[in-house]
């Protein structure tokens, strides 16, 4: 048996501790024609960008327990990673777009689905 080729799809990273939450992130990045992983906080996240290269986007969540919060992931890759791109969602905190790394985005959940797939695409392109 062959294994579905996903190779021209751009892989997402999806950072969210919240299982249902994480589950719909996972579907929406599926639904823009991206293959999703998931972490469940950013140690776990870190963990994958160091054993991956084809990781092209993050989407965080903020709010998650582990050494660092989402803003503190997204930093990390910026840092680490510079060509990846980040996505920051919370539903708890509204964040400037001075408070992200360079071409990070922000949504405030619930988001709105149409705008984080057109980000999504748009990342991957």
Sequence with gaps: MVARSVANKAVVLVV???????????DL??????????????DEAIRILEA???????????????????????????????PIEIIVTSGHYNIRDDELPDRGVFFRKPYDH????????????
């Design 29 to 42: 990045v599926e639904e823009a024609g991206l293959e999703a992983l998931e972490a469940k906080n950013a």
């Design 52 to 82: 991956r290269t084809d990781i092209r986007i993050v989407f965080t969540d903020i709010d998650m327990p582990g050494s660092m919060d989402g803003l503190k992931l997204a930093a990390a890759v910026r840092g680490r990673w510079p």
């Design 114 to 125: 149409r705008k984080v797939i057109a980000t999504l695409q748009r990342m991957a392109a």
């Design 16 to 26: 969210e501790d919240e299982p249902l939450v994480r589950m719909a992130a996972i």
